[in-house]
């Protein structure tokens, strides 16, 4: 008998031993915890062994980690209030929950349908409690002279699950700080009125695009667009109403290039760029047209204009395969076109070259 019960503090021993060293295989919380579970189902056989974690914001405990054999109500995201069933007083306390029958027990919630016993330990960290260590059986008595161990192995794996929560929180902040960034990003990279790419983004892509036509020898094509007479809105209708105007004449470009490998961009003030990838000087003169319509059909008033209606003028320039442009080049003969469309009565579309 002796040799038998020694024989049984080896192994316990060594099985805590254990779950303190798979703990420590990684700090990600639900897979530290669910190694911990499996292992005191498979060394002690155990049927039914679960860890809650606590929400302190919801005053709730959580289901971590769950194994065994048995059939019961309790899965992983499975919750109540702390203080209520055994695992909720054990979570409220702080205190150890033995119950050697659980038939009929007030304080047992019956998520087995025939619980017959119930051992519960709390794992605290400098009076904290971090999780509850949560095993069960149909068996009455089925935990007998089991408490101190299940406390050891809480003992031993507290200081790892309070470094494995801090982990969890320092990981989700930096996701958040890397959405926070990400956003920034993109809030850099966007005009702030229209919602489509600034200038600075234009700067950055129109040099890649140049590139990328001589690297493939492709046709590359720039669309320069100016809102024509929009001084006169801007003075004529208020600052509010020339922000809308932009907006509805960026949401007219932005439609009629959606599907398109055409990037737009707001270049600056009432100033428009589309950068037209594989595509020669007369389909780049096509798009600018129909473009040139769309706003034109829009009918946007304007009784301080010629015409009563908001147009664009538009100056394009292209650089043909193996007659590479710089990106500066290119932008100055598209402007060149522009103002070339705008001293011949705007409203128009001309091209550099």
């Known amino acids: 008998m002796a040799g038998e019960s020694g024989a049984d503090a080896l192994r316990q021993l060594a099985t805590v031993n254990r779950i303190a060293r798979i703990a420590l295989q990684d700090l990600a919380l639900q897979p530290m915890l669910q190694r911990i579970v499996d292992t005191l189902v498979a060394e002690f056989e155990w049927e039914f062994v679960a860890c809650a974690t606590i929400d302190h914001e919801a005053n709730e405990f959580v289901c971590a980690a769950v194994a065994g054999d048995l059939e019961s109500e309790v899965r992983i995201g499975y919750r109540r209030a702390l ?8 979570a409220a306390t702080g205190e150890t929950v033995d119950i050697d029958d659980a038939r009929g027990h ?3 919630i019956d998520t ?15 009076g904290e409690v971090l999780a509850v260590l949560n095993a069960e ?7 007998r002279g089991q408490r101190a161990l299940l406390e050891t192995v809480a003992d031993q794996v507290a200081g790892i699950l309070r470094a494995a929560g801090l982990y969890e929180k320092l990981r989700q902040a930096n996701e958040e700080l890397r959405e926070a960034y990400s956003a920034v990003e993109r809030l850099s990279h966007n005009d702030g009125l229209t919602g489509i790419a600034n200038r600075r983004r234009f700067d950055a892509w129109l040099p890649e695009a140049v ?15 100016d809102v024509d007479h929009f001084k006169a809105f801007n003075d004529g209708y208020g600052h509010q109403a020339g922000d809308h105007c ?7 470009l932005d439609y009629m290039l959606e599907g398109t490998a055409a990037r737009l961009a707001r270049y600056g003030g009432e100033e428009f760029v589309a950068i037209l990838s594989d595509c020669d000087l007369p389909t780049a003169l096509s798009i600018a047209e129909r473009l040139r319509l769309a706003i034109a059909a829009r009918a946007i008033e304007h009784r301080f204009a010629p015409g009563g209606f908001v147009t664009i003028s538009i100056g394009a320039a292209a650089c043909a395969p193996g007659a590479p442009m710089e990106a500066d080049g290119l932008v100055r003969e598209a402007d060149i ?6 001293r011949n009565g705007r409203n128009k579309v001309m091209a550099a070259r």
């Open 211 to 225: 590139r990328k036509a001589i690297a493939q020898d492709e046709a590359l094509s720039l669309l320069l667009l």
């Open 83 to 90: 203080g209520t069933g055994v695992v909720g007083r054990c």
């Open 112 to 126: 087995l349908h025939g619980t017959g016993s119930e051992l519960c330990v709390p794992v605290l960290h400098q």
């Open 337 to 342: 076109a522009l103002y070339a469309a705008k």
């Open 106 to 108: 007030s304080a047992v």
């Open 137 to 143: 059986s149909r068996r009455v008595g089925a935990f």
């Open 246 to 252: 932009l907006q509805q004449v960026v949401a007219v």
